[in-house]
């Protein structure tokens, strides 16, 4: 049985977004309840800079639609250090902050690293046993997205196989920002990060692939869920694309 394929973008607020995705008399206290009726799921990015009260995840949750799901991006000030394995205290800070508010509309978090971040399996491997498995009675998903082509080995899939932790699949165009594009069934869903739209294009991307897209992501479902984001590129016109993508896997 395949599993469920959700689709969405990074965050709801941006500017640009009005009179191209939101209506231009739309209150922006509304953009969220838009937005998740256009898209299956979201990656909320600004946790990667500053927590949020608990009120606020309840907010989230009480906005959307009952089969919604997001997605969370990491603290950087858990993933952005010298010694993964000290990070343990800001891990904590992190997952307490009021995620499990949402409930079952909590996705799989994004552990985010930079470029620089080269692979160590001694400290990888204390980072991932401090990621847990659920939190207040909330199941927790973890996929980490590594941008250094050291990590391109099988030490590290082996590593998130064995805890069960996705590998972010991340797909760029970006000559100025080339990692490994790993595709590694390392977990029971993926997550995908497309960041290739196009400002010239309505709907973000050619119909060509728009097509490999869809080809991909119905692949990526037949070994579980997947989580797909159109984020960064030519943000512009993520919704469209994401829109696009949806309605692209709705057709046979």
């Known amino acids: 049985m395949a599993g469920q394929i959700r689709v969405g973008i990074g965050g709801w607020t941006f500017e640009p977004w009005r009179g191209v995705f939101y209506p231009d008399d739309l209150v922006q206290r509304r953009e969220l309840e838009f937005a998740s009726r256009a898209m299956t799921s979201i990656e909320i990015n600004g946790t990667y800079y500053s927590s949020f009260k608990p009120d606020s995840w309840r907010k989230w949750r009480d906005e959307t639609p009952d089969d919604f799901v997001f997605a969370v991006k990491a603290s950087r000030f858990c993933t952005n250090r010298k010694i993964l394995a000290q990070a343990g205290d800001s891990v904590g800070k992190f997952l307490n902050q009021g995620l499990t508010e949402l409930g079952g509309k909590l996705g799989p978090i994004n ?20 990621l847990p498995d659920e939190l207040d009675g909330v199941a927790l998903r973890h996929a980490v997205e590594v941008r250094n082509q050291s ?43 497309f960041m290739s739209s196009h400002e010239h294009l309505d709907n973000g991307v050619t119909d060509d692939e728009l097509a490999g897209f869809a080809k991909q992501t119905r692949a990526w479902a037949k070994r579980g869920d997947v989580f797909a984001y159109f984020i960064a590129g030519a943000k512009v016109r993520n919704p469209a694309a994401a829109q696009a993508l949806i309605a692209k896997l709705g057709k046979k």
């Open 111 to 130: 552990w985010q690293f930079m470029g620089t971040k080269k692979f160590d399996a001694e400290d990888f491997a204390a980072f991932l046993n401090l």
């Open 151 to 193: 990590f391109a080995t099988q030490a590290f899939y082996d590593l998130c196989a064995e805890q069960n932790v996705a590998i972010v699949y991340g797909k760029t165009e970006d000559e100025d920002e080339r990692w490994p594009e790993i595709d590694e069934p390392t977990a029971d869903f993926t997550y995908a990060r």
